[in-house]
């Protein structure tokens, strides 16, 4: 797994889980304005433009991670951030290391099995994956997600990167998630986040993460999509972070 560096490394560690077909610049502009504050890391996870090994699982994504913060970090960092399939990912990585962070924040992730979509992944892209590459389609797409258009560049460039293997792998993986039941022992405090426009089965499965996460809240975004704190206001997503810190 590749990682993307900000900030110094006499600062506090935060680590920050981009959404699945996105990439590292989910989080720049968190990054950017909080570099000067933390040590900020953002991995390129598996599959994704970039990296450099295809994906496999949500789980061997967690065990990547954190066998980078026994060896870098002794063990425990500061933050942990995720959306959606990263935030799958750090949800799992709570589940398998009940102290590797002090806070996280899950936002717009998917904790409740979705099996028509796990079985229609793979014969859909099957025949729709070369669409991917074209830019009258990724505009579709992009549209549909609710990113600012100043990452359509951005967007492009890299879901057109994604082979169709690595595509359908954490596709089907998204759909097919299940929270583990020693997610039950973390010791973070977590901020659970979802947006009100988001399909109801994201906000049941925070609502879900609420009541399995023992020192956890949910807030649910008025107004807001899928990734759309993270992705489009960064301002109001750092003001979540310091809400979140401000009673270590």
Request: with cysteine; proline share 3%; hydrophobic share 40%.
């Amino acid at each position: 797994m590749k990682y993307v560096e900000y900030g110094s490394t006499q600062n506090e560690t935060v680590i920050f889980l981009h959404g699945g077909g996105l990439a590292p610049w989910n989080y720049y502009d968190e990054a950017e304005r909080l570099q000067e504050r933390f040590h900020i890391i953002i991995p390129i996870l598996d599959g994704h433009n970039g990296s450099d090994t295809d994906f496999t699982s949500i789980e061997n994504n967690a065990d990547e991670i954190i066998n980078y913060v026994d060896e870098n970090f002794h063990g425990s960092i500061f933050m942990i951030c995720g959306l959606s399939l990263g935030g799958q990912i750090l949800t799992e990585i709570l589940a398998k290391r009940k102290d590797i962070c002090k806070y996280a924040i899950i936002e717009s992730t998917l904790v409740i099995p979705m099996k028509t979509l796990y079985v229609c992944v793979r014969p859909f892209f099957s025949i729709c994956y070369p669409l991917v590459k074209k830019q009258w389609f990724a505009r579709l797409q992009f549209k549909a997600l609710h990113i600012r258009d100043s990452l359509f560049e951005d967007y492009y460039r890299d879901s057109a990167a994604i082979s169709k293997e690595n595509m359908t792998a954490f596709l089907k993986a998204n759909s097919d998630y299940r929270l583990k039941e020693s997610v039950k022992e973390s010791m973070a405090k977590v901020l659970i986040l979802a947006g009100s426009k988001e399909p109801g089965i994201v906000k049941k499965s925070a609502e879900i993460l609420c009541e399995q996460i023992p020192n956890a809240t949910l807030e649910i975004l008025s107004g807001y999509y899928h990734g759309d704190l993270s992705i489009n206001h960064a301002s109001e997503y750092i003001q979540k972070i310091e809400a979140l810190i401000s009673t270590r």
